[in-house]
């Protein structure tokens, strides 16, 4: 049974720093998507950025150059450095895992999230 696990979220002011975690549990093949989703109170969930299993990188332009993620895939890990945040950041951050992407196989699954809240 594959579980998402995250970790590293809290209240920090506006200008700071946080590094949030996902560690993967189970069996998962070796071609995948990791990613970052988001979601405030009130809002729909979005996406923040996502990495390939081969190392390709997006970034929703509202974090570009602010966020970064990283990935170990010897850990089984994700990774996501977030800098120079603001109170919009605000959210439950959520992490996602995607086999066998564009195909028929592809499944989600899903960490149950950690809070950021950026205020002063």
């Known amino acids: 049974q594959v579980q998402l696990v995250e970790s590293g979220g809290g209240l920090v002011q506006p200008g700071g720093s946080l590094r949030l975690s996902c560690v993967v549990s189970?069996?998962?093949?070796?071609?995948?998507?990791m990613g970052w989703y988001r979601q405030a109170p009130g809002k729909e969930r979005e996406l923040v950025t996502t990495i390939t299993s081969g190392g390709s990188i997006k970034y929703s332009d509202s974090v570009k150059g602010r966020f970064t993620i990283s990935r170990d895939n010897a850990k089984n890990t994700v990774y996501l450095q977030m800098n120079s945040l603001k109170p919009e950041d605000t959210a439950v951050y959520i992490c996602?895992?995607?086999?066998?992407?564009?195909?028929?196989?592809?499944?989600?699954?899903w960490g149950r999230g950690t809070v950021v809240t950026v205020s002063s």
């Open positions: 996602n895992l995607k086999t066998a992407p564009l195909t028929v196989y592809e499944k989600n699954y």
């Open positions: 189970g069996s998962i093949s070796s071609i995948n998507v």
